[in-house]
């Protein structure tokens, strides 16, 4: 199975930083990677698609990119109901598989 | 509007089976294939279980194999989990999600997801 791995784990932040965050595949999966968000008590929510495309009603603060191992979602300017737990979740090979979740928490 | 509305979790002793169901709508069902997502309490996702559209291609993830079936009605928009042998590490959040191919093997991420519903295995 194609392993992803999320970092940072954590990650304190203010409104209106910029934030990084970066997952890393096992083995190339092209593009096929999406970002999904989740706040406490709530269904993940879609956010990001094949690396860098964005999901209808998504804000464009939101960005995504790279490509093989290596992608980053970035949020431009974090605001209040950004903070949640964001998990990437590669879709090239079966069976599909997360990275473990990154938490952006308020600093 | 998409939605998806899971049932049938609870309390089960471990080795006992349980059923979960999941009702949608809003979408053409016989499109898609569906997916069962679980989170364990404090951790992250994991996908259990998928189906095609026509249920000709199936998939289970390894933890679960041989244990678990899925299975759809596309006559009545709905897709079930039967779990059986319960063990304490499939104690889980179980969340019913549209893939966005029609077959399970090909291409799935997961635009629409329901609530979520809770399995407990406790003796």
């Known amino acids: 199975d194609i392993q992803m791995t999320q970092s940072p784990s954590t990650l304190s932040a203010s409104v209106g930083d910029r934030v990084t965050i970066t997952c890393r595949a096992s083995q190339s999966i092209s593009s096929w990677l999406a970002w999904y968000q989740q706040k406490p008590g709530t269904a993940p929510k879609l956010l990001i698609y094949?690396?860098?495309s964005l999901e209808t009603g998504v804000p464009s603060r939101f960005s995504g990119s790279g490509s093989g191992t290596e992608f980053t979602l970035t949020i431009s300017s974090l605001q209040p109901d950004d903070f949640a737990t964001y998990y990437c979740?590669?879709?090239?090979?079966?069976?599909?598989?997360f990275g473990q979740g990154t938490k952006v928490e308020i600093k | 509007e998409v939605q998806l509305v899971e049932s049938g979790g609870g309390l089960v002793q471990p080795g006992r089976s349980l059923r979960l169901s999941c009702a949608a709508s809003?979408?053409?069902?016989?499109?898609?294939?569906m997916h069962w997502v679980r989170q364990a309490p404090g951790k992250g996702l994991e996908w259990v279980s998928g189906?095609?559209?026509?249920?000709?291609?199936?998939g289970y993830a390894d933890s679960v194999m041989g244990r678990f079936t899925i299975s759809r009605d596309n006559a009545k928009n709905s897709l079930y989990l039967q779990m059986s042998s319960l063990r304490a590490e499939d104690m889980a959040l179980y969340y019913c999600?549209?893939?966005?191919?029609?077959?399970?093997?090909?291409?799935?991420?997961?635009?629409?997801w329901g609530q979520g519903t809770l399995v407990t295995v406790s003796s």
């Open positions: 189906v095609s559209w026509d249920s000709s291609s199936i």
């Open positions: 999600a549209k893939g966005t191919s029609s077959m399970t093997t090909v291409m799935n991420y997961f635009d629409y």
């Open positions: 809003g979408f053409t069902f016989d499109d898609y294939a």
């Open positions: 979740q590669q879709y090239n090979f079966y069976p599909w598989t």
């Open positions: 094949k690396a860098s």
